[in-house]
């Protein structure tokens, strides 16, 4: 990552934590070598960069670490802050999944966030662990922003305590003017460059109303995506996602429990027992060494305690009642079959039917984009401009999905301002969903 892709790339991360990345790498743009001995002082520890142990097991479970700032690889910005490179958390989670040792995984979250690149990723892992083995995350003190992203792609999100901080679900990028600086050093750098778009936010010069828009429409693309993630994660709507966790605010302790972005608070030890038995509950018949299938050792133990297999069917046919119930709630129009193929299947609990829901859904939409993408009609070659004028800069082509919707919640809220109303970002997405859907 080159210092220029740190100044401006999208970051999920707090904003006293950016500022803090900014400061080191505005140093090293203007030539000037971090102290890192300094550095060494105020983090109370070495900025070496060994390969810690991959994870520590515990009673089962897999313990591992994502904590620091985020990042897709390790380097001196990860050193500076004792990061976590994506890429190895991801590799470690499925060495756990993979593990025979492990019976369970324990994400160990304590991180402000950090780059979008990379994230999304680290939470397909996560969330492609899930059925394998119970998988949570456990929060020592702070869960945000890509952190967030990551975390909440477990089974279940855990808090230490009720201090615990959860939540800064957003995006933010940034745009770094050195034009001054560079004149002060007399400097003078001159871009050439192909394409309307290549460096229209260039950091040799002012920012341009042009140059925001783009950046504006890349933050907005990618806090759709955030949203659409956590709400899958969590099996919860993108409108409740919007209206109760995604506005960037920080939520403590049982405010995150409250508003869905956690499920408990619990000791690292009451968690792991939870997890232990839920790998126990998954069958009520020992797996010991036997000649006998389990359909028949499933019929020996009822035969022997008749009054305990009565109780089980009763019980179990008032939780499959529940279960499909459950998983019918979560029909959405056009997804009837699907509904009915997870009612049917004996195990779909609701949460997963949800989930399964809104990726059909936004599968649905990404090939309705498509079709339209198709169905326009091919535009005329441009003609040469007259000699002597300069050709204009070509309109953006129409956007689509998840950019479309923030583009237009832009206008949304640039429209209500207009009008002397005011409208917040959250609802102005939704608003924008609502009206592209019926579109």
Do not use: C
Request: charged residues 20%.
């Amino acid at each position: 990552m080159t210092v220029f892709d740190v100044l401006s790339s999208p970051w999920a991360i707090l904003p006293d934590r950016l500022e803090q990345i900014h400061a080191i790498y505005d140093a090293k743009v203007r030539g000037e070598s971090p102290d890192l001995e300094a550095l060494e002082a105020r983090l109370g520890r070495p900025l070496a960069n060994e390969r810690q142990q991959a994870y520590e097991v515990r009673d089962g479970a897999a313990l591992i670490p994502l904590q620091g700032v985020l990042g897709r690889r390790m380097n001196l910005m990860s050193n500076m802050s004792g990061g976590t490179s994506t890429e190895l958390f991801a590799r470690d989670v499925q060495s756990a999944v993979n593990d025979p040792e492990v019976q369970s995984i324990v994400l160990l979250v304590d991180s402000p966030g950090g780059t979008v690149a990379g994230t999304q990723s680290a939470a397909s892992v996560v969330m492609a662990a899930r059925g394998s083995k119970p998988i949570a995350a456990f929060v020592e003190g702070t869960m945000a922003s890509a952190a967030y992203w990551i975390g909440s792609a477990a089974d279940v999100v855990v808090l230490d305590s009720s201090t615990a901080q959860v939540g800064s679900i957003g995006v933010v990028a940034t745009h770094t003017d050195i034009s001054r600086m560079e004149e002060a050093s007399g400097i003078k750098t001159t871009e050439i460059v192909a394409g309307a778009y290549k460096r229209i936010a260039s950091q040799h010069g002012p920012l341009s109303e042009a140059g925001r828009e783009s950046i504006q429409s890349q933050v907005d693309y990618l806090y759709a995506q955030f949203v659409q993630d956590v709400a899958m994660q969590r099996g919860v709507s993108e409108e409740k996602t919007l209206a109760n966790m995604a506005d960037g605010r920080i939520f403590i302790g049982k405010q995150a429990v409250e508003n869905g972005l956690a499920d408990s608070v619990l000791t690292l030890s009451e968690t792991i027992a939870l997890l232990n038995e839920r790998v126990q509950s998954r069958s009520i018949l020992p797996s010991a060494n036997s000649s006998m299938n389990p359909l028949e050792l499933a019929a020996e133990w009822a035969a022997e305690n008749p009054e305990a297999a009565a109780a089980l069917r009763a019980e179990g046919a008032v939780a499959e009642t529940h279960r499909v119930n459950d998983v019918r709630a979560q029909l959405v129009p056009g997804h009837e079959a699907l509904i009915e193929q997870f009612a049917a299947d004996g195990h779909t609990t609701g949460d997963e039917a949800a989930r399964a829901i809104v990726r059909a859904e936004r599968e649905v939409r990404a090939t309705q984009a498509e079709q339209r993408a198709g169905e326009g009609v091919a535009p005329l070659p441009e003609a040469p401009a007259p000699e002597g004028l300069e050709a204009k800069t070509p309109e953006p082509a129409p956007e689509l999905g998840a950019q479309a919707m923030a583009v237009r919640a832009r206008q949304i809220v640039k429209e209500a301002a207009a009008n002397g109303q005011t409208i917040s970002t959250p609802a102005a997405v939704a608003q924008a969903r609502r009206e592209l859907t019926a579109s």
